[in-house]
């Protein structure tokens, strides 16, 4: 039985470099992740009162983990969700395989690079400045065992595991399996994925994804600046918040058109930031949502390329979000996987013979081709607060109103969370996309 996989093996990802260039990769994965954000926020009745977080990356990876053992139109379905989000002038080839190849060493590639940004094993920068941690696996049941080159594949591609569980026998027991992992992977910040009966005999497989991210500012706010104030929520709605403070040089941008401005707030080792983009009205956040797209948003963020003096006020928040993705990414076009159409035949070492009398397979399972995925869950969790590393002295710019751009969010805004690429060849990869509507304090 396999019942736990090894755990991530960070010397495996050796694949051969994806003629699709990193930086055209990334912008798939940017392109993803804002379509994937507005379809969250249409899923979720109610959006314009509730903050979000999601993490893009995680949620790409363990579609492409599913695209390595998807076959059939249940593979077409997935590789559409990439391919339509391609930049103009790309293609999904490398030249030698199959567009899935291509993605696959594309994810091999990518890894590599955050693998620079963050330590291997413990997904913390080698400076200690940022944290990141993620969890990543398809369990299966028994009658879908995974194979050992599929097993293979998802590990040196995208750092991951597959693993098969007994849902049939005792769900109960399987659930709480997956849940011990995933706290175990996120260091205890994630430690119910599944809640109670979310896992049932009939479960054929659950796509399990959460990340946690903690980051230490390049400059910390002054604490003791830190101060109540108001954050509306609407134009007649307030509530006194932890307002965080700090005079500084960042590299702001605007879009008129669009009526917002943004921020980006290095952390500490200047690979990885926060953008934040604060519409000018209060109740401006959702007809931005509506309406920027992913290359408005994309060329927004890169033309915040230069330093200025900003007074920043930020709010001191956490966010823990958990997000069932079967509506979300049925709506963007993969039905088949969450249906008894579901193809996952390319994960199974061998499938059981019609005459099985496994207890552990439910019906409809046993061939590894209906059922699908019942289970598709993304936790995701983030903290920000006034920590940084400690300034040297004499280092703190002393900025007066008059020369100082103000940049206040005390109202609902959106953030990303993005690692930057140090050479021409390496993606800006987003890690986080959220909005913070109401603020809750750490």
């Known amino acids: ?35 994937l954000y507005k379809q969250l926020l249409s899923a979720d009745s109610n959006a314009n009162a509730s903050s979000l977080l999601c993490s893009p990356l995680t949620i790409a990876a363990a579609l492409g983990m599913t695209l390595a053992g998807a076959r059939n139109n249940t593979a077409k379905q997935i590789r559409a969700l990439f391919v339509e989000a391609m930049p103009s002038g790309s293609r999904l080839s490398d030249g030698r395989g199959t567009s899935d190849d291509a993605i696959h060493a594309a994810f091999a590639s990518l890894m590599m690079s955050l693998s620079r940004v963050f330590d291997d094993n413990h997904h913390q920068a080698p400076s200690g400045g940022v944290t990141l941690r993620l969890a990543n696996r398809l369990y299966t049941g028994l009658d879908l065992q995974p194979s050992p080159e599929y097993a293979a594949l998802v590990n040196a591609s995208y750092g991951a595991s597959a693993a098969s569980v007994d849902f049939g026998a005792d769900p109960e027991s399987a659930r709480r399996v997956i849940n011990e992992w995933v706290s175990r992977e996120t260091a205890s910040k994630i430690a119910e994925l599944l809640p109670r009966g979310s896992v049932e005999a009939s479960t054929c497989a659950a796509l399990v994804n959460a990340v946690y991210f903690r980051g230490l500012w390049a400059d910390q706010f002054e604490p003791e600046l830190t101060a109540e104030e108001p954050f509306y929520e609407t134009p007649t709605k ?17 879009h008129e058109g669009l009526g917002v401005s943004l921020v980006t707030i290095p952390y500490r080792g200047l690979k990885a930031s926060m953008v934040v983009v604060l519409p000018d009205k209060v109740d401006g956040l959702a007809d931005f949502e509506q309406r920027v797209t992913p290359l408005e948003l994309a060329s927004l963020i890169s033309s915040a390329n230069s330093t200025t003096k900003v007074r920043l006020r930020l709010p001191r928040f956490k966010l823990s979000t958990t997000t069932d993705l079967l509506h979300t990414l049925s709506s963007m076009g993969v039905t088949d996987l969450f249906s008894p159409r579901a193809d996952l035949s390319g994960i199974a070492a061998t499938l059981p013979s019609s ?28 903290e920000v607060t006034e920590e940084g590393t400690e300034a040297a002295a004499g280092s703190a710019s002393i900025l007066t109103r008059r020369d100082a751009v103000e940049f206040t969010a005390d109202h609902p805004f959106l953030f990303l969370v993005r690692t930057q690429g140090t050479t021409p060849l390496e993606a800006d990869v987003v890690l986080f996309v959220g909005s913070v509507r109401r603020v809750d304090d750490v």
Do not use: D, W
């Open 1 to 35: 039985m396999f019942e736990r996989s090894a755990r991530r093996e960070p010397h495996l990802f050796t694949c051969r470099h994806s003629s699709i260039m990193e930086p055209a990769f990334g912008q798939l994965l940017f392109t993803f992740s804002v379509n």
């Open 238 to 254: 307030s509530r006194k918040v932890k307002m965080m403070y700090k005079n500084g040089r960042f590299a702001i941008g605007r």
């Open 355 to 382: 005459g099985s009398n496994s207890s552990a397979s439910p019906a409809g399972c046993g061939r590894g081709t209906a059922g699908g995925v019942s289970v598709a869950l993304h936790s995701a969790a983030i």
